[in-house]
C-alpha cells in the first residue's frame, strides 16, 4: 500500500478518527480543498473567521467524508487554541492545510502599524500558531503532514503589498525552521511548502486558474507524506528544486551523479 492510500484509510478510519484540517475554508482555494478531501473520503475540519460562509462550503460538500465547521479567526490566538480543543473532541489531526491569508493590498503610507501587523498575524501568525497547536497531536503519534500555502510575493513586491510580501516570504521560511527543528526528530511529519499561483479568487485575478483545478493538486500533496516531500517547496503542480551552487554542480558533473528530476504531481496529467 502506498503513503497516499494508507493516509486515506487512516483518515476514513471509524475506529481512530483522523482529522484534516483546513483553515480559510470559507471560500476560495480553502473551500475547494475542503471540498476535494470530503468527496475523498476525508473527515474536515474547516476554519475561517465567518459563520455565514462556512456553512455555505458545507451545503456543496457531498462525499463519503463528513465536514465540521468551526468559526475562528487564526489570529486570535485563545480562540484557536479553545478551537483545536474542540478538534481534538472529534479526533486526531492528521493533515494540516494553512490556508488563511489576508491581502489588503495597501501602499505602506496608508498602512497603519496597527493594519500592517494584522495581515502578519493572520498570514504568518496563524499559520505558525496552526502549525504548534497542530503538532501537539502530530508529535504524541509520531507521524503528520502540514502544507504551507504560500507565493512567491517577497522575491519581487508589487505595489501596494508589502505587508503580504513580507509575510508570504517569512512563511516559507517557517517552514524551513520547522523541518531544522523536527525532521531528524520525527520523520513521520512531513512538512511542505505550497504555491498555487494566481487563482480565480476574490484574492487573486479575474483570468486566474480555477481554485478547484489547484485543489486537486493541494489535496494530493496533503495526502503524499514520505519522508522526501519534507521540507519541498511546489509551485502548482511542480516541485521546486533547491539552487545548487556552481561547486555543487561541478561535484555532480565529476562524480557523474545524475540529476535529480522535479516531480510533478500525478493529478496534473
Same mark, same amino acid.
Given at each position: 500500500m502506498n503513503a497516499v492510500s494508507e493516509l486515506a484509510r487512516e483518515l476514513s478510519s471509524k475506529a481512530a478518527p483522523a482529522l484534516a484540517v483546513v483553515t480559510g475554508a470559507g471560500r476560495g482555494l480553502g473551500r475547494a480543498l475542503v471540498l476535494g478531501l #470530503?468527496?475523498? *473520503? $476525508? @473527515?474536515v475540519v474547516?476554519? *475561517?473567521? *465567518? =459563520? =455565514? !460562509?462556512l456553512a455555505e462550503t458545507g451545503a456543496l460538500a457531498t462525499g463519503p467524508g463528513r465536514y465540521h465547521p468551526m468559526a475562528c479567526d487564526v489570529s486570535d490566538i485563545d480562540a484557536l487554541r479553545r478551537t483545536f480543543g474542540r478538534i481534538r473532541d472529534l479526533g486526531a489531526i492528521a493533515i494540516l492545510i494553512n490556508n488563511a491569508a489576508v491581502y489588503p493590498r495597501r501602499d505602506f503610507l496608508d498602512e497603519s502599524i496597527e493594519s500592517f501587523q494584522h495581515t502578519l498575524a493572520v498570514n504568518l501568525g496563524g499559520m505558525a500558531a496552526c502549525c504548534r497547536l497542530a503538532l501537539d497531536d502530530m508529535v504524541e503519534r509520531g507521524s503528520g503532514r502540514i502544507i504551507n500555502v504560500t507565493s512567491f510575493a517577497d522575491i519581487a513586491p508589487i505595489p501596494a503589498s508589502s505587508a503580504y510580501s513580507v509575510s508570504k516570504g517569512a512563511s516559507r521560511l517557517l517552514t524551513r525552521a520547522l523541518v531544522a527543528d523536527l525532521a531528524d526528530r520525527f520523520p513521520g511529519i512531513v512538512i511542505s511548502d505550497w504555491a498555487p499561483g494566481a487563482l480565480q479568487t476574490r484574492m487573486g485575478? #479575474? @483570468?486566474g486558474l480555477a481554485p478547484e483545478v489547484a485543489a486537486q493538486w493541494g489535496v494530493e500533496l496533503a495526502l503524499a507524506r514520505d519522508p522526501s516531500f519534507n521540507g519541498t517547496l511546489w =509551485?502548482? @503542480?511542480? =516541485?521546486?528544486?533547491? $539552487?545548487? !551552487?556552481?561547486?555543487?554542480?561541478?561535484?555532480n558533473r565529476l562524480t557523474l551523479r545524475p540529476p535529480v528530476r522535479p516531480r510533478r504531481l500525478a493529478s496534473a496529467a
Open positions: #470530503v468527496a475523498g *473520503g $476525508h @473527515d474547516g476554519l *475561517g473567521p *465567518g =459563520e =455565514e !460562509s485575478i #479575474v @483570468d =509551485e502548482r @503542480d511542480m =516541485e521546486l528544486l533547491p $539552487h545548487l !551552487s556552481l561547486k555543487r554542480r561541478l561535484f
